[in-house]
């Protein structure tokens, strides 16, 4: 699944950052390209914090209509909707950056998705190039980042640097399109007949996809650690934390979410815990390059939106001053 246009384009913008980017390493253009998307969406930010600020402003007056009015819920709503665009509310306000962010979020994982598995296959039919050749010792250029050796692989101890052979054959290309721009159905064909060989699985081994450690942990999960791991698994418990702190962050001025009596303080209450454990489990189970682009998002944003809430209470501040010396 690509999202249509949305997936397209963000691909392709993607790929003009790449090609500017020396080495055309993935990691880093992602971080180009979060700084692009958070300032694109500045604007929208900036107005979810307004709404969620005038929210709160207005907060004791909607408590009060909901006592009075608390037998009339008909009689409530007109009136509530009265104060709101009074007082120039929008209900949808505060929720404008994840109505949006979340589609650009999912498309992202399809796009980069789609552009690991690319690097895969390319990267293996390198490989049976070479050992057909008979360079039984060729080791291939990665792209790495900081402590991860291959960013088309997960950040985890558990993750080998290269894809796994024979059984995981499917796991290693899921997802994967017959044909893009870059490969043919047939060299995909012959990528995953080449993964799914003894001699990738000998070529392997000697590369360190050998298990240095198997156990089996209280009974519930095999635990196995190969020679050679892509990564000491920091990026999943990162994309936790940077998810719980935007979240925080992001409804720290909405009086609706921090209402644990009302049904939206209630989802939030839910959401605000379940999306940084989501968080974690789908950055330990995808590849690196996404999980980056996740926890550097939400870091991001929460720095973004921390910064734009201070800029609007000075800005509020200096214009209830102004109103006051003008009285």
């Not at 209280?218 to 994309?239: D, S």
């Not at 489990?281 to 921390?306: E, G, P, R």
Request: charged share 15%; with cysteine; proline share 5%.
């Amino acid at each position: 699944m690509r999202f249509g246009f949305i997936g397209d384009h963000l691909e392709w913008v993607l790929r003009q950052i790449v090609n500017i980017i020396p080495g055309g390493n993935y990691a880093i253009a992602v971080l180009i390209f979060i700084v692009i998307i958070r300032l694109l969406l500045m604007p929208l930010d900036i107005r979810s914090k307004r709404s969620m600020m005038r929210q709160a402003k207005i907060q004791p007056q909607v408590d009060a209509l909901r006592k009075k009015y608390e037998k009339d819920p008909q009689k409530m709503n007109m009136k509530m909707q009265e104060l709101y665009k009074k007082e120039h509310v929008s209900m949808l306000g505060g929720c404008l950056p994840i109505l949006i962010s979340m589609p650009l979020l999912f498309a992202m994982f399809a796009v980069i998705r789609d552009i690991s598995n690319e690097g895969t296959v390319l990267m293996l039919l390198d490989i049976k190039e070479h050992l057909d050749a008979g360079e039984m010792d060729y080791r291939p250029v990665l792209q790495s980042f900081l402590w991860i050796k291959n960013i088309f692989q997960p950040d985890s101890v558990f993750s080998t640097v290269m894809p796994e052979a024979a059984a995981s054959v499917n796991n290693a290309l899921i997802g994967m399109r017959e044909s893009t721009s870059v490969y043919t159905a047939e060299m995909l064909q012959t990528a995953k007949e080449f993964l799914a060989s003894e001699t990738y699985a000998a070529w392997a081994a000697e590369y360190g996809n050998t298990a240095w450690y198997k156990g089996n942990m209280m009974g519930l999960w095999n635990m196995t650690i190969p020679m050679a791991f892509n990564g000491w698994c920091i990026l999943p418990p990162l994309a936790g934390l940077s998810q719980y702190l935007s979240t925080l962050l992001m409804n720290a001025g909405n009086p609706q979410q921090n209402n644990a009596n009302s049904p939206a303080g209630s989802t939030g209450k839910i959401m605000k815990y379940f999306f940084p454990i989501f968080s974690v489990f789908i950055c330990f189970s995808s590849n690196a390059v996404f999980a980056l682009y996740w926890v550097v998002s939400a870091a991001v944003q929460s720095v973004q939106t921390y910064f734009i809430g201070k800029w609007i209470e000075k800005r509020e501040a200096e214009k209830a001053l102004k109103e006051a010396q003008q009285a």
